[in-house]
C-alpha cells in the first residue's frame, strides 16, 4: 500500500512537471520543478525556525544559498540523466 501511494505521487509530480505532456522532463522542467520543492522546503523551514539572524538575512548570504540550490539542482539533473540526452524519462 504504501509503495503505491509513493508511485502515485511521483507520477502526480511528474505529470505536474511535464509542461509540454510529451512523457519526459526537459532540464527546464526537472529545474523548475525541484526550484519550486526547494523553495516550498525552505519555507517549511523558516516557518518553523526560530527569528532569522542578520547573518541569514543579508544579501551575500542569499546569493551564496542561491548558487548552492543551482549547484543542487544540476547535480540531480546529472545523476537522473542517465543516457544524457538532456531528458529524464
Same mark, same amino acid.
Not at 43 to 49: E, P, R, S
Not at 59 to 88: F, L, M, P, T
Given at each position: 500500500? &504504501?509503495? /503505491? ?10 505529470? %505536474? $512537471?511535464?509542461? *509540454? ?18 523553495? &516550498?522546503? /525552505? ?10 539572524? %542578520? $547573518?541569514?538575512? *543579508? ?31
Amino acid at each position: 500500500v &504504501a509503495a /503505491s501511494k509513493w508511485r502515485e505521487t511521483y507520477r502526480q509530480l511528474f505529470q %505536474e $512537471a511535464d509542461k *509540454d505532456n510529451n512523457g519526459f522532463l526537459d532540464i527546464a522542467e526537472v529545474k523548475l520543478l525541484l526550484r519550486e520543492r526547494l523553495k &516550498a522546503l /525552505s519555507t517549511a523551514k523558516k516557518n518553523t525556525a526560530p527569528e532569522a539572524t %542578520e $547573518a541569514t538575512e *543579508d544579501a551575500e548570504a542569499e546569493a551564496a544559498a542561491r548558487r548552492s540550490e543551482e549547484e543542487y539542482i544540476d547535480h540531480c539533473i546529472e545523476q537522473a540523466d542517465v543516457n544524457k540526452d538532456g531528458k529524464i524519462d
